[in-house]
Every structure is written in C-alpha cells, then in structure tokens.
C-alpha cells in the first residue's frame, strides 16, 4: 500500500484542540498526547 493510500488523522482534530485523546483498540485504552514542542507520545 502506497502512503497516499493510507487514512490521514489530523491529531488536533482527534484532541479536540487540546492536548489529548483516548485511542481505542480491541478494549485496550491509549493515550495520545501532544507535547509542548509538537510532538506526539501515544502510551498504553
């Protein structure tokens, strides 16, 4: 699969403008948190 066939997130969208979101999986529960310098951390 080609990376232009792939879904794209915007991750402010998932958090809603701030700085996180619960992600989801097969009943498992992650965080995806944006840090101050813009970068992405996701932990279980």
Same mark, same amino acid.
């Given at each position: 699969m080609r990376p *232009? /066939? $792939?879904p794209a997130h /915007?991750? =402010?969208n998932l958090t809603m !403008?701030?700085?996180l979101a619960q992600i989801?999986? /097969? !009943?498992q529960i992650y965080t995806l =948190? @944006? &840090?101050r *310098?813009?970068?992405l @951390? $996701? &932990?279980k």
């Amino acid at each position: 699969m080609r990376p *232009q /066939d $792939l879904p794209a997130h /915007d991750a =402010r969208n998932l958090t809603m !403008g701030g700085n996180l979101a619960q992600i989801v999986l /097969d !009943g498992q529960i992650y965080t995806l =948190r @944006i &840090t101050r *310098q813009g970068k992405l @951390i $996701l &932990t279980k």
